[in-house]
Structures are given as C-alpha cells and as structure tokens.
Nanobody
Framework: QVQLVESGGGLVQAGGSLRLSCAASGRSFSTYNMGWFRQAPGKERAFVALITWNSGSTSYADSVKGRFTISRDNAKNTVDLQMNSLKPEDTAVYYC????????????????????WGQGTQVTVSS
C-alpha cells in the first residue's frame, strides 16, 4: 500500500510558476507508475501527466504540454510537477496518484487506472 501527500500548491499570477511535490510512503514506490490529475470547480477530475515506474516514459495532457514537466526521484520517494507559464484555466485541485507497474498503458490517462490517491493541493492562478 502507498500513502501519498501533495504539497506546493498556492496562489500565483498568470505567467508564473509553481512546483508541486508528492511524497509517498509505504512499500515499493519505485514499482509504481505515478500520475497527476486535477479537478477544476464544477468539472470532473482530469489527467494532467504521468511518469512510468522506471522514468522511461512520460505523457502529458495536450493542455499542459510544453508548460508542465513531471519527474520522480525513487531514492526520495517523490514525484514532482513543475508548472510554468500558468494560466487561469490551470486553477484546480491537483492530485497525485499511483498505479501498479503492471497497469495497462491505455489506462494510465484515466482515473480508474490508479490504485492510490493523495488528498490534493489547491492551485489558484489569478489573471
């Protein structure tokens, strides 16, 4: 089992940057694929980015490509999301999630592909 705790959210002006971090505790963090999702007010939770268990592959939602970067440090049990050139439409609660290394690649951009979730951290981008 994995416990996930996000940090780093806050209020930032449009064009600014934030770095979110997700700290994992429990066993075998390095064997999990990790993802970031977000949920804006009145909307469903949506995929943002993922990184595979061995950092061999990353994937991003079209809306954040070129602006966000996901990375992980298996020695520190952390996965980060660097967010640059933030826009008001990036305002949301951001969640990190963990999926088995054996999860099908096609499921990793969907909520149901993930087994563990953090509580979320609020990101607010002002215009």
């Amino acid at each position: 089992q994995v416990q996930l705790v996000e940090s780093g959210g806050g209020l930032v002006q449009a064009g600014g940057s934030l770095r979110l971090s997700c700290a994992a505790s429990g066993r075998s963090f390095s064997t999990y694929n990790m993802g970031w999702f977000r949920q804006a007010p009145g909307k469903e939770r949506a995929f943002v980015a993922l990184i595979t268990w061995n950092s061999g592959s990353t994937s991003y939602a079209d809306s954040v490509k070129g602006r966000f970067t996901i990375s992980r440090d298996n020695a520190k049990n952390t996965v980060d999301l660097q967010m640059n050139s933030l826009k008001p439409e990036d305002t949301a609660v951001y969640y990190c999630a963990a999926a088995s290394r054996f999860a099908l690649a096609t499921t990793l951009a969907r909520e149901d592909g993930y087994d563990y979730w953090g509580q979320g951290t609020q990101v607010t981008v002002s215009s």
